[in-house]
């Protein structure tokens, strides 16, 4: 098991380990590991195709053990690290065996990363023939389409002695692109109840929260055509606006930044994906030989994940001064502004059709390992093995806004009767571009092709990371004591990481409004390390078993040095019913290569110190200081972040309910010298509350104590605390146990409790546990919960869960917000399955079966369904 490095009969591990196995693989029909492992109640949904909609993790599939960040989760291969661990979209999920969750510290057995826990994927290694299957999904609103095929063979060579394997998975997700199909997305947003009162603070969360002063045609919002837009034709009609945040009418000249409602009412979410698209295909393929009393065997990984999708409009756009002599206004709007005497009027838009980015990224993911696993002497075992990977992503965000282009190209003028841009209107003008075109920005879709290209696009990034990875365990029994033999397993591991991040031209020159790729990066480091584990019985007499593990692990980082992680845990099984399990370990996770590399940017200018208690009668010393250099990006110098970790908890198989086992286990995490990045002054801030790490970051004139230097890059300076208890329960009954019938019934229960969640900065300290909003940073439900049961024959197979998240606040922080509270959410979700003597597989999945509503929801809620009711179908045939 994934827990220990020891592999021993009889040995019950203290770290607590849950497994996913057959029937939570196949349950919700999922289309990739990472929402198999989101079902499951210590996982938080912190990028999905739900959530990721608008950024660049889209067609990324991590997961987050605790919610303690996706860096913070150790994900493994048949228990090895690969390159592509950040994305389970590489992983073949028609291959996976199971899946080993370690839910508690992890270091000391499988080194940095593993401060929330490991995940362990395991994959099938003894397929024989072949397997072809195919699926499809489709939401009850007739969209979220999902389709997919995947194949695997299998078979045996050299009389026996060698195995071949290869299988591959392929999904296609279209994903569901309108946000106000769903009831509580859309423009959601936090508003004023009262908003004229001086004493009357509260807020209420509202649905359909749009721009009062922006429109998709084009507002105007001064002037003698104040409350107008523009219609197709260049025409002008009236802007049909919603309300005030109070409720009352808007009227024709009251143009606020926020509105409810109304007719040409627009919101930034509303045209943000429910679900991003996504494809993905991935294949794996192993070969085996036996020789010896050893099994050499060699694997290939090819992983393909791709994403073209609308990314979100430029909301960048300021409000627009449009000059009354604008060729591409009317004749009729032109003289109404003469009569007026109006030179210009102002006009506040939202350009999503001319300006929406489009979000286009390949991730591919080549990886290839060798190894060997045998015995020798008296049952001692034995592995060794190297693996190189590579993950080359190349992300482009096309149609993004050239700022100086958009303001030339807006700028048009009429010039030998025609429309040209200003700009090249005087012939002998010094500042004349040739390639500008005069951009008509009145109404949808009337920008030339031409126009648009000019004031547009493509910024891009390229990424590669490249992974060496190395190790070598042995593991036996080497003398045995009053209670059984002792267990030693040693190891030695070596790995180098690398990434390089170029950007294309234009984003290096940075000529976009929003720049999206903003650094390039290259850099890498290795670190070589040492481990053992020793597996100590301590008791063996009848009803007492006790037994003590302990590990010990040291890492050699090519950058930082060494450092030591450890675990201690034990043990105690009474009367082959209870065992009680305790672990204390101290783990750590290494800074990524982007953490330690990223391009370091100087920048000097005015900063605002808030550490200056003290120093104001300090002869020269200036509290705001105009020429301050702040260095920011990576920092070569980050250490590893360094995790407490302590465990208690039981299980229990009672000899007088044979099938049941129940286990309840408490866990404690502390997180200290968390990487974090605060800004300038508020590490001064964060000094002057204490922070010792913050202080070490500001440099100050030693005379006049004046700061002269800040670095705001990457630093140790944060911390994390949770603490909770996970409880599962599973009872399976053969039904030929209490009558004359085929099958199995099998239950299982598993929730997770979470008492805090705390963030420290070292300038805030939040707990964020029953935290619920939507765009709450570390917002966590107190309690997740899955149910299942199902029946299980050789034709026939019927599961059927429910799904448990706690409701909370939205944000606790938020102390005026009346409808603050968040309710519960149950999902329930049904399966079925039909097999025709082992050949043929057919099989049927409703998820959330009564269309359970999301909360009221802006950028998308990490924690509750949003799709709805969703079917899904397929088949598989075996020869």
């Known amino acids: 098991m994934t827990g220990s490095r020891i592999a021993k009969a009889g040995f019950d591990q203290p770290t607590p380990t849950t497994v996913v196995g057959e029937v939570e693989l196949r349950e919700g029909n999922r289309p990739n590991i990472q929402q198999v492992l989101n079902d499951q109640p210590q996982f938080r949904q912190t990028v999905t195709p739900q959530v990721s909609n608008g950024n660049t993790s889209t067609g990324t599939a991590p997961v987050d053990l605790r919610g303690l ?26 291959l996976v065996q199971r899946v080993e969750v370690v839910t508690g510290g992890a270091s000391a057995a499988w080194g940095s990363g593993a401060v929330a826990g490991v995940v362990n ?28 095929f995947d194949a695997s063979f299998g078979t045996d060579f050299a009389d026996g002695n060698g195995h071949f394997m290869i299988g591959a998975d392929y999904i296609k997700d279209e994903g569901i692109p309108d946000r106000n199909s769903r009831r509580n997305l859309g423009s959601a947003g936090i508003v004023r109840t009262n908003p004229t009162s001086t004493t009357d603070l509260s807020t209420r969360l509202t649905r359909d929260v749009n721009y009062g002063n922006l429109a998709a045609q084009g507002l105007i919002t001064n002037g003698v055509l104040a409350g107008q837009i523009f219609n197709q034709d260049g025409t002008l009609r009236a802007f049909q606006g919603g309300t005030r945040l109070d409720g009352t009418p808007l009227g024709t000249s009251a143009f606020p930044a926020q ?62 001064t449009i000059q009354a002599t604008n060729p591409y206004l009317s004749t009729t709007i032109r003289n109404q502004l003469a009569a007026a005497g109006q030179t210009s009027f102002t006009m506040g838009r939202v350009f999503n059709d001319i300006l929406f980015m489009q979000f286009d990224t390949v991730r591919e993911n080549i990886e290839g390992a060798i190894g060997i696993d045998g015995t020798f002497g008296n ?11 590579e993950v080359n992503s190349n992300q482009k965000l096309e149609n993004s806004r050239i700022g100086a282009n958009f303001t030339k190209a807006l700028n048009a003028v009429s010039s030998g009767g025609q429309i040209v841009c200003a700009v090249n209107a005087d012939a002998i003008a010094t500042n004349d571009d040739p390639a500008c075109r005069p951009l008509n920005p009145f109404g949808l879709f009337n920008a030339s092709a031409e126009a648009v ?128 399990r305790a672990t204390n370990s101290r783990d750590i996770r290494s800074p990524s290569v982007a953490d330690l590399f990223a391009v370091r940017r100087i920048n000097v200018g005015p900063l605002v110190d808030q550490d200056s208690a003290g120093r104001t009668t300090v002869p020269g010393y200036n509290p705001t200081p105009q020429t301050v250099t702040t260095y920011s990006g990576g920092n070569p110098d980050l250490e590893p972040e360094v995790s407490k970790t302590l465990t208690v908890g039981a299980t229990f198989s009672p000899k007088f309910f044979p ?59 944060a911390s994390f605390a949770t603490r909770g208890v996970d409880i599962e329960a599973s009872y399976s009954l053969p039904l030929s146990q209490v009558a004359d019938m085929p099958g199995t019934l099998r239950f299982r229960a598993l929730a997770t409790y979470i008492d805090r969640f705390i963030f420290d900065t070292g300038l805030t300290r939040v707990d964020s546990a029953g935290d619920v909003g939507d765009s709450t940073a570390n917002g966590m439900p107190k309690w997740r919960a899955t149910l299942s049961a199902g029946y299980q024959g050789e034709d026939l197979s019927v599961d059927a869960r429910v799904r448990y998240v706690d409701g909370g606040l939205y944000n606790h922080l938020l102390t005026t917000l009346i409808n603050n509270e968040i309710g519960s959410r149950t999902y329930v979700d049904l399966g079925v399955r ?29 924690h509750y369904d949003v799709v709805g009711t969703y079917f899904s179908a397929g088949a598989r045939v075996k020869f």
Not at 122 to 145: A, N, Q
Request: glycine content about 12%.
């Open 69 to 94: 960040g996706i860096s913070r989760t150790l994900t493994l291969v048949n228990g090895r690290r690969f390159v592509g661990e950040n994305n389970l979209n590489f992983i073949p999920t028609n």
């Open 121 to 148: 994927i395991i994959l099938k290694d003894d397929l024989e023939g072949i397997s072809v299957g195919g699926r499809t999904g489709i939401s009850s609103r007739g969209d979220g389409m999902q389709y997919g």
């Open 259 to 320: 509105m409810i409602g109304g007719v040409d009412g627009i919101g930034l979410y509303d045209d943000i994906a429910v679900s991003t698209p996504f494809d993905r295909l991935s294949t794996y393929a192993r070969a085996s030989y036996d020789v010896g009393g050893a099994t050499v065997w060699a694997d290939f990984t090819y992983g393909r994940s791709t994403t073209d999708a609308p990314f979100l409009p430029d909301f960048t756009v300021a409000p627009l």
């Open 379 to 389: 049952g001692f075992k034995y592995s060794a093995h190297y693996s190189h990977g």
């Open 453 to 580: 290209d000019y004031v547009t696009g493509t910024q891009q990034s390229i990424t590669v990371n490249k992974l060496d990875s190395a190790g070598v365990e042995v593991q036996g029994d080497i003398f045995s004591l009053w209670a059984g033999p002792v267990t030693l397993a040693v190891g030695a591991e070596a790995r180098w990481e690398e990434q390089s991040t170029r950007r294309n031209a234009d984003a290096v020159a940075g000529i976009f409004a929003l720049p999206v790729f903003t650094s390039d990066l290259a850099g890498g480091f290795d670190v070589q390390e040492g481990f053992a584990e020793l597996a100590v019985p301590l008791v063996d007499i009848e009803d007492v078993k006790a037994d003590l593990n302990g590990a010990a692990r040291y890492s050699h980082y090519s950058n930082s040095g060494g450092i030591w992680s450890w675990k201690v845990g034990g043990t105690v099984r009474l009367f082959d019913s209870v065992l009680l």
């Open 659 to 717: 099938g049941f086992n129940l286990s309840v286990d408490y866990y404690d995490i502390d997180i200290s010298g968390a990487i974090t990045t605060l800004s300038a002054s508020n590490l001064t801030l964060a000094c002057n509350k204490g922070n010792q790490a913050a202080c070490d970051q500001v440099i100050r004139n030693p005379t006049t104590q004046t700061v002269e230097t800040v670095f705001s890059n990457a630093q140790n300076i």
């Open 834 to 862: 039909f097999n025709v003597d082992d050949k043929f597989e057919l099989f049927g999945n409703v998820n959330n079966v009564f269309d359970v509503a999301p909360p009221i929801s802006a950028a998308g809620n990490p």
